[in-house]
């Protein structure tokens, strides 16, 4: 039975995402939310985890979107299709969506879902959680305008694989198994680095751009990917430097911050793994006379998002507009394909005889 005042959840998609991360997220706002129908393409997955939540079962989108009680849609389905679905849940009158990150698979989708958006009034909010992290909301309020603020950024996490956190969040059904890493070719290694952008640097790739003032003008110098799942690849836009940094293996300390150099003052930015609701993001601003020391509060960005989503969904304006989505989106495509030509520009490796 739904909960008087709050407001229905459709979830398209009920993988590890869904099972550890948002359904512990809304498990937080009983107030706000209450999950009314799971959608996935497996039957026994929908119905396992829509049991947990006391919620229907579905493998339609189109039975989902026609059910009353969801207001609003969470799309975490594979990437290739959250335009599709993002566009269906703004036609089906819903009063909000949040859809995982990437929201689309190129610029011209992102342009649609925008126009969709604004001509049915439907609001959208994009899961890069650290966006929505209060303690990265804070920092950037003490920081001050962040455009052209720093010389160089420095985006790095080094964490242990998604299973052992996920496990730890909740009993995850029909996991997919890790696949066997392709030999290292140079194809081969321009595909992990494209993966590593659009799957992992891309949750702080928006905190990174708001560093940025030429996001245009990309020059790859290094693009490598790390054993046994990672990535280092440094570029420039313009005079300002950035390094994006990851090393998903079998350590135990999780690693996950933003630091920004400036000429006065460096900021960190320490975050908190995904699939743990452990509280917000914690900051510091230190210069040679101080430091300043920011969070952390009770709710990570997982809960932030959610919570902003309630608020679109009765009337409050987007912290993010359409545009600067799609200047997200766009500058994480153009990475990835850059950060991938550099990588098959470099020679093939020489097999040892």
């Known amino acids: 039975m739904t909960v008087a005042g709050t407001l229905g959840v459709g979830i398209l998609g009920s993988g590890p995402v869904t099972q550890a991360i948002h359904l512990p997220a809304l498990a937080r706002l009983t107030d706000q939310f209450t999950v009314r129908t799971v959608m996935d393409a497996n039957d026994a997955t929908a119905h396992d985890v829509a049991a947990r939540v006391g919620a229907r079962a579905t493998t339609s989108m189109d039975d989902l979107l026609q059910d009353e009680t ?11 299709f ?21 929201f689309a698979t190129s610029t011209d989708e992102a342009a649609s879902i925008a126009q969709v958006s604004a001509q049915t009034g439907v609001p959208i909010v994009v899961g890069a959680m650290h966006t ?27 964490l242990p694989p998604n299973p052992r956190f996920e496990d730890f969040a909740t009993e995850v059904v029909n996991r997919e198994p890790m696949s066997t890493p392709a030999p290292a070719t140079s194809a081969a290694d321009a595909h992990r680095i494209r993966d590593g952008i659009l799957g992992l640097a891309i949750h702080d790739l928006p ?57 006065d003052r460096v900021g960190r930015v320490e975050f908190t793994p995904s699939y743990v609701q452990a509280g917000s993001a914690t900051a510091t601003i230190s210069t040679p006379s101080q430091m300043v020391r920011l969070g952390p509060v009770d709710h990570n960005g997982y809960v932030g998002e959610w919570q902003h989503l309630y608020d679109m969904a009765h009337g409050q304006p987007p912290l993010y507009s359409s545009a600067e989505l799609i200047a997200d989106l766009a500058f994480a495509l153009n990475l990835s ?17």
């Open 207 to 263: 905190l990174v751009r708001a560093f940025l003032t030429d996001i245009d003008d990309i020059d790859v110098h290094l693009a490598r990917p790390l054993s046994p799942w990672g990535y280092l690849v440094v570029f420039s836009c313009g005079d300002q430097t950035v390094e994006l940094h990851a090393l998903i293996s079998a350590n135990w300390q999780p690693d996950w911050s933003l630091q920004a150099y400036a000429d």
């Open 337 to 353: 394909d850059r950060a991938a030509t550099a990588v098959l520009g470099r020679p093939e490796p020489v097999a040892a005889r």
């Open 82 to 102: 959250h335009a599709e679905q993002v566009i269906a849940a703004c036609r089906a009158g819903k009063r909000a969506v949040l859809c995982e990150k990437p």
């Open 70 to 80: 969801v207001d609003v849609v969470a799309v975490c389905s594979p990437h290739q």
């Open 132 to 158: 929505y992290d209060p303690g990265w909301l804070a920092f950037t309020q003490s920081w001050g305008a962040t455009r052209g603020s720093a010389r160089h950024i420095r985006s790095s996490a080094v």
